[in-house]
């Protein structure tokens, strides 16, 4: 990473520049069952010829202009990527010889920008601010899924090569007509489509969709250092422009298949309290809900896009901020949610995958010059794996601390460990039906979990010029 920057956030600029490359080995998730038996260790895969490749580089640009007219921010960037996935989810299922490995690729180039004007006013004789902005992005995508055996080409699936674009449209105020009251609110329009040309013929097309997504809040206080909030507001979510032009499955290449809709609308609204009323603590407890018109699933074996049911989200989120002293901060950020489908099916109503709990803590201790050092922890609660919940994770609970030295000469020296306690727990865990040699035909089902990773270590030097 290379980056170069004059003046501050709202009178000057940067250029950034960014590179990546890498290669690795048997990354997928393994089945339960077969570390139990021995057949694989935690670290280790059924199909040892599964990874990949990627590469990325990037190019990015900020500018903020400040005057009497408000402030003026500009940016943009360029990425060029590449990716390569070889993935063997259900190893003999499908092709008991040459087994179900798939070769999934992806060449891109992303090209976007945002222009964003801030104008202070008055409202009522005192100070208010409205913000008007656009955003827009160019995507030249070739995607590609084949069958594979030990990385060797078996057949295609399918090819596609898709050009989308993106345009959005934004404005906010906000204004305090009393001492006591604060208002905002906002409107945002967004353009997405594109055209999808595939080796199928059946499946190129073109698909577009605009959406409007209005936002206000209102904020009653401060007092004794406490407010009180509501917040609503509405957004959306896109989903993959094949499946939104889509006429036959790539698998078969003959059965119809169900197209999804390009933009998925979100509601939600949040009810809180927000206070300092202690010296150093900033404090902020709220209750949500969230409404989802569909959770959307992209099968990549398959090479298809499977809509969901309607959901919706309803919990609450704790955050804490302490300073203790000048040198020791701790921080707490709790999120207790209850996820479930709206829509009726006798499969049940639970959303796979959705944690009941989030949390996050930590300590921080930094001098300045000198020692610093900090802790983390951060806990996932048990997720439900099928829709009728009868199947769950284990809980998630990860320790990371650094400890480090700053020099007078700029130089920093730094040590990190990750998983402090060589947690032997799940970043993620599916559960579905997969085949080892010898099973039966038709599978068994069975939790797959991908490991976290093992104790590491990592020592920085860091030069400040």
């Known amino acids: 990473m290379l980056r170069y920057s004059q003046g501050t956030a709202l009178d000057g600029f940067s250029l950034t520049g960014m590179g990546y490359t890498g290669r690795w080995d048997s990354t997928d998730q393994v089945p339960a069952r077969g570390v139990s038996a021995g057949i694989v ?13 990627a590469q990325r580089a990037s190019l990015s640009g900020r500018y903020a202009a400040t005057s009497d007219w408000g402030t003026t921010r500009v940016s943009a960037y360029a990425i060029r990527s590449a990716l390569d996935l070889y993935n063997n989810f259900t190893y003999f299922l499908d092709d008991p010889i040459n087994g179900d490995q798939v070769h999934q690729t992806d060449r891109r180039w992303v090209l976007g920008g945002e222009v964003v004007q801030s104008i202070p006013w008055e409202a009522l ?17 070739r995607l590609g899924l084949f069958r594979t055996a030990a990385r060797t080409a078996l057949s295609t699936v399918r090819q596609d090569a898709v050009r989308q674009d993106s345009v959005g449209f934004f404005t906010d105020s906000t204004v305090r007509p009393q001492d006591w009251l604060r208002l905002t609110g906002g409107l945002r329009a967004d353009w997405v489509g594109g055209q999808v040309r595939s080796d199928l013929a059946a499946n190129p097309g073109a698909a577009g969709a605009w959406i409007a997504s209005p936002k206000a809040g209102i904020a009653l206080g401060p ?3 406490t407010e009180f909030f509501l917040n609503a507001g509405s957004g959306f979510h896109s989903n993959d422009l094949r499946g939104a032009a889509i006429q036959v499955e790539p698998a078969d290449r003959l059965s119809p298949a169900s197209r999804v809709p390009l933009l998925v609308r979100a509601k939600g609204a949040e009810i809180g309290v927000a206070t300092r009323a202690l010296p150093g603590l900033d404090s902020r407890l709220a209750a949500f809900v969230l409404d989802l018109g569909s959770e959307i699933l992209f099968l990549g074996d398959a090479g298809t896009t499977e809509p969901s049911r309607a959901s919706r989200r309803i919990g609450l989120e704790w955050t804490n901020r302490w300073q203790v002293s000048p040198a020791v901060a701790l921080d707490l950020d709790v999120a207790a949610t209850r996820a479930r489908f709206t829509e009726y099916d006798p499969a049940g109503s639970h959303v796979p995958g959705a944690p009941n709990l989030v949390l996050a803590a930590g300590a921080n201790w930094d001098e300045g010059l000198g020692w610093f050092g900090a802790a983390r922890l951060r806990v996932f609660g048990p997720r439900p794996l099928t829709e009728d919940g009868q199947e769950r994770s284990r809980t998630t609970a990860l320790v990371n601390a650094r400890a480090g030295y700053r020099l007078e000469n700029g130089v920093t020296l730094r040590l990190d460990v990750f998983n402090l306690f060589n ?23 069975d939790r797959h979990f991908h490991p976290v990773e093992p104790l590491a270590v990592r020592f920085t030097v860091a030069a400040s010029l």
């Not at 260790?41 to 490749?53: C, H, N, Q, V």
């Open 423 to 445: 947690s032997k727990a799940s970043q993620i865990d599916y559960w579905y039906a997969s085949r080892l040699p010898g099973e039966p035909a038709a599978g068994v089902e």
């Open 223 to 225: 007092w004794w250092a």
């Open 41 to 53: 260790d935690r670290f280790g895969a059924i199909d040892p010829t599964d990874g990949g490749r």
């Open 125 to 141: 004789g005192r100070a208010a601010e409205t913000r008007f902005g656009v955003q827009a992005r160019h995507d030249d995508i």
